[in-house]
């Protein structure tokens, strides 16, 4: 008999909602926790594995608040990403998202090189690879721009982001940022609560802290407003379909909803039809670039004034919405489906 399996972690919201799609579809779904994952790997070779195995696989759950652990932690969820994708030969394994396909959006770098690669309109790397705060201001004083965003190619939820502003003529600098450096420990560590610093000599040494993690730079382009919020958009897209569309609403550059700024249906915008299809379709494209991805979450950036979509980021495993959760749960619930119609053989 067919099994669908959910490796993941117990009691979370992203388990929790699944299961309720599962019951709500007729779906018996079993849960790997990743905690015993490895001892447990019996329950992938019993007797659904002749008949098959589709596997969800949510992200690990991480105690640590240290960026400097962070690329550590994602190299070893990437080893164990490796192990699963190694099973599927071994075993008659349907992923809902594919390890590898997991892996390449780990990795911001090259999955921008890889939507730049097809087309795909995106926001503009300045610097693939920031080793030193020196080499990010002469990048920025030779292509003339003030206002930069630093990202961990590793890494989600804005742990280790910053938004940079530099003002060439006055030598001014602003930063942005939800990292900063533990007293007692000196360790660089993120806070989950954003901070603005203006004090140059103490941006300079946080800049310099964040561009040893792996960094990359990015144009931090001016956003489309909303009754006096810039915004951008979350979206879920699955299967060919965008199944979820969020706006994100901040007083400040950075617009995770943890970090205290707005959620608003972004059909509340009232933007036009044509910016719907186009970024319906962005989106729709953008997820069709990686091979053995059904489900993705991406940040959408829409221009002011212009208000063309262009893709900021995307997470192979950016499915959590609270605003669907508490809602209608969509986003699982298609997921159950998709499970049921492997299930029963239809695909």
């Known amino acids: 008999m067919r099994q669908i399996l959910l490796l993941g972690n117990p009691g979370t919201k992203r388990t929790v909602y699944l299961e309720a799609g599962a019951r709500e579809a007729g779906v018996a779904l079993r849960l790997l926790d990743w905690k015993t994952w490895q001892k447990d790997r019996r329950q992938m070779a019993g007797d659904g594995a002749a008949a098959g195995i589709f596997l969800k696989i949510d992200p690990p759950l991480w105690d640590s608040c240290r960026l400097d652990e962070l690329d550590i932690l994602v190299r070893g969820y990437e080893e164990e990403l490796e192990v699963l994708a190694s099973l599927e030969g071994e075993q008659k394994l349907t992923f809902l998202n594919h390890p590898e396909a997991i892996i390449c959006l780990l990795d911001k770098r090259g999955c921008k090189r890889c939507l730049q690669s097809r087309g795909i309109p995106v926001t503009e790397t300045l610097l693939e690879s920031v080793s030193h705060s020196e080499q990010l201001l002469e990048a920025m004083e030779r292509e003339q721009m003030s206002q930069v965003f630093l990202k961990p190619v590793r890494g989600s939820g804005a742990a280790g982001a910053a938004a940079f502003r530099y003002q060439r003529k006055t030598g001014q600098m602003v930063l942005y940022t939800c990292s900063m450096e533990d007293p007692d420990t000196g360790r660089l560590v993120n806070t989950k609560r954003l901070r603005r610093f203006t004090d140059r000599k103490q941006i300079l040494s946080l800049v310099r802290r964040l561009t040893a993690l792996d960094c990359l730079a990015e144009r931090w382009y001016p956003k489309a407003e909303h009754k006096g919020y810039s915004y951008d958009l979350r979206a879920v897209v699955q299967d060919g379909q965008v199944d979820f569309l ?53 940040d959408i950036l829409l221009e002011k004034g212009s208000l063309r979509p262009r893709v900021i980021e995307m997470n192979g495993q950016g499915d959590l919405i609270y605003q669907d959760i508490y809602d209608e749960n969509k986003i699982y619930r298609h997921q159950a489906e998709m499970m049921k119609e492997w299930l029963y053989g239809k695909t």
């Open 246 to 298: 969020l706006s994100r609403l901040s007083r400040g550059p950075l617009t995770n909803l943890h970090l205290n700024n707005h959620p608003l249906s972004a059909r509340e915008l009232g933007l036009p039809s044509r910016i719907w299809e186009e970024t319906e379709e962005l989106c729709r494209t953008a997820a069709g670039c990686f091979r053995g991805l059904r489900s993705t979450g991406m």
